[in-house]
């Protein structure tokens, strides 16, 4: 039986009508990159893609500066968790650092692997040696986090043959981005930072041969528009897009932050492309909110129930959710 807990909530997802703003997904807000839709619209569905992945696999490789066999396809990083805690050789403990993305915790417990929450990053290194498995997400989400300790912990993870696992959704979206130890599993999911969340398409890059971690998976599982997407993140056109609308983000981020702070409310901003936002009871405004067409983030299922997560959206998007937020907090009064 799955425990209630670990029942996932995710942002971007829920089962009512589309709302006018979406807050709660962390995907790219001036989405979608155009360059990689076209290449998803222009692909011709009626072929299986190459089992083998080689020649994604082979432009991923050079992209990151690594081997081929150092990198493996997966139709997203969320599947791509669950095949790592299935490893064979990862059957020990799993250590996460919570409050952080919950689909850790959601894999760990089918997998039977079980699971070490620590309480802090000084609590993080120390328990390190003790599991086979550790993830941490770069920046956190839904801190925004970005942790200082990274090198320190690949340097442990390396010493006592830890796999350490570095989830980097939001890295491209990020200011000032911290180095990464060359000695950690990375995850990338493309689809956040392009917008195209709907795309099933994410890779590992690690410092092995991944020879083994891409036969576990069933055959063809990125499917060709998987294939397109990926291929063409890759392209400068693509990249350049990027560069342009993280700048944009970063900006309506900082203007988010503003207004809410003048709402009075306290605000904790990362260095990504999205915030938190104290609001008390936080379940109860994003009920009302999305009465009003306004999905936002409830920070509940990450034990944090005082608090909304927000990405960073369009001008009249963060316009018409500060104005719906003021008249609710006045309602509240
Ligand atoms: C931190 C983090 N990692 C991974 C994912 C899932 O990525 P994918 O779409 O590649 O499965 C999410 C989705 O919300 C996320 O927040």
Redesign the pocket.
Known sequence: MIDDVLKPI??GTDSGPPPRYDFST?ANGLGPDPYALKAIQQTDPSHYPDPLYTQIHAELAQFHGVAPEQVAVGA????LIHRLTRLRFLRGPMLILPPT?S?YARAAQPAELPLLKADSPEQFLRLLPQSTLAIL?VPN?PTGEVYSFLHEAAEIAQRRQVVLAL?L??HPLTQNPPSLPPTAWRLF?P??AHGL?GV?A?YLVAPIDLNYFRHTAASWVLGVHGEAFLREVLQSRSQEWLSWSRAELWRLRAELAQGLRALGLEVQESAANFLLVRVGRATELALKLREQGLRVRDCTSFGLPEWLRLSAQRPEAQAALLEAMASCLTQKH
């Open positions: 995710h942002g962390n997203g990083t969320s599947e993305f689909e997400c989400n989830d959704a939001y999911s689809n956040k969340t099933r994410g």
